[in-house]
């Protein structure tokens, strides 16, 4: 089976004790999330983030029938940390960025307006919330006899990816995006690219916060386009058909823009967005 064509929404063991759950359409709100097993439990990767998406993430988690010990969140967007509430007793694990960000009320009408496809489930979320950082990750740590984290930036200020080198598996969060437009409006185009050279030698195998499993050429497609919003235009090639091009371009381009000019805001495409124009 090709990786691409691995199987959604159910947990797939990529490698031994390494499982991923997968929502590789990995349009906007749409994420994917991970499940490393150690000999005193699982250490969680992301945990999606409505109720339809981590309720059978959660019970296929349990029916492992293993204690979950840790969650780690590879940054604070709300479509990576909804699920946390479901492993209550873990410890959470993520950098002073993601930790400050989760401290904050969530902007649940933004939410809707960017996501409407969940409108419906925000309301529900907004009630449950999501659970304190417990851990800070401030350095690169070995969570694990099996488990590395490395804190990084490009997406966020405060991203972290999660190593397990024994099976050479790299779980990058939003740093990838696998044959879907990434999204930069917090993130620093330029740094996010040259942080991808990186990735490229941490894993053979890279599990993307969006989009299916994928590797270096798929990373290296990223790169290209990033570099081109940060050029200010992207031209035609391997991005042609990633969904949300004609929403994400424009916040993308601009965000790089804004940083250039030393201005680190919210790029005005994606104010008008989340509804606030
Ligand atoms: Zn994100």
Known sequence: MTRTG?????????????????QPSGETGVSNAGVVADDDGLTIVDTLMVRSQWEPFSEAVAALDRPVKRVVLTHAHVDHVGGTGQFRNAAVYATPVTSDLLEGAMPIDAYKAFMPAFADEFDDLAEIGTRPV???VDGAAQLTSRVELLPATGHTPGDLMVLVADVDVLFAGDLCFFGVTPLAFQGDPDT???MLDVVTELADVIVPGHGPVGGEPEVRDLQAYLRHCVAGAVPTGPWDDWPEREQRDPINIERAALLREGRDEIPPSMVKAIGFD
């Open 192 to 194: 996010w690219a040259a």
């Open 134 to 136: 417990s851990h800070l």
């Open 6 to 22: 691995l199987p959604g929404r159910t947990l797939h063991e990529l490698a031994d004790g390494v499982w991923v759950w997968l």
